[in-house]
């Protein structure tokens, strides 16, 4: 079965199973987000595909990668440089997601969300897509890459850390009932390049 997988660079058709993806990758996070835009009588998952099928912008499917199999799509990952927010930027940021922006590594490809369906997983596909978020961010230039974990997602944590990831910092998490982890941490990941093997 890994052998019939391509990873591909997603297309604007893929946006409904990116936005199904990002609901698995972001434990609560992206339907909390999503929740709060202005779209009376769509579905999470309309919102969530409206959203990635914007084009020219970070939050896009053009910054998604996905495993294919005969055109079904069995996982993605999602990432981009992470850049120095705009000093002059008044908004205050929501109380929820503040964890989240402190947690930035400027110059690192950060990874905004990486799934599988479940029946797809344990199959080494998930690797395959990291390599290739990896050859992405080799090809940019950028010499780590980045993402942030729950620390109660003790699984997701573990493998980061066997594929070479190591903790850079963490915040508290703030509390909603969207969230899957309501307490604990928020941990940010970095993966230097230059690593034998990375």
């Known amino acids: 079965m890994k052998e019939d997988v391509q990873i591909r660079s997603a297309r604007l058709e893929d946006c409904a199973d990116i936005a ?3 609901l698995i990758s972001s434990e609560g996070l992206a339907e909390y ?3 709060r835009i202005d779209l009376p009588g769509l579905s999470t998952i309309e919102i969530g595909a409206r959203r990635y099928a914007r084009e020219g912008t970070t939050f896009s499917y053009e910054n998604c990668l996905v495993a294919d199999r005969a055109g079904d799509v069995l996982g993605m990952v999602h990432g981009f440089p992470m850049e120095a927010q705009s000093a002059d930027s008044d908004d205050s940021p929501d ?3 503040a964890p989240y922006a402190e947690l930035e590594d ?3 490809f950060y990874l905004s969300g990486v799934a599988l369906y479940p029946q797809y997983r344990g199959l080494g596909i ?3 897509l990291l390599d290739a978020a990896r050859d992405r961010a080799r090809a940019l230039g950028l010499e780590r890459l980045s993402l942030i974990c729950f620390e109660r997602n003790q699984q997701a944590t573990r493998l980061y850390l066997r594929l070479g990831y190591v903790e850079i910092d963490r915040r ?3 509390s909603h009932p969207a969230l899957r982890y309501r307490d604990g941490d928020a941990v940010l ?3 230097p390049l230059d690593r034998p093997g990375a």
């Open 95 to 97: 109380p929820v997601l």
């Open 172 to 174: 508290a998490i703030v």
């Open 189 to 191: 990941l970095v993966r």
């Open 126 to 128: 998930g690797t395959r």
């Open 33 to 35: 987000i999503w929740s």
């Open 20 to 22: 199904r993806l990002f």
């Open 106 to 108: 400027i110059g690192s």
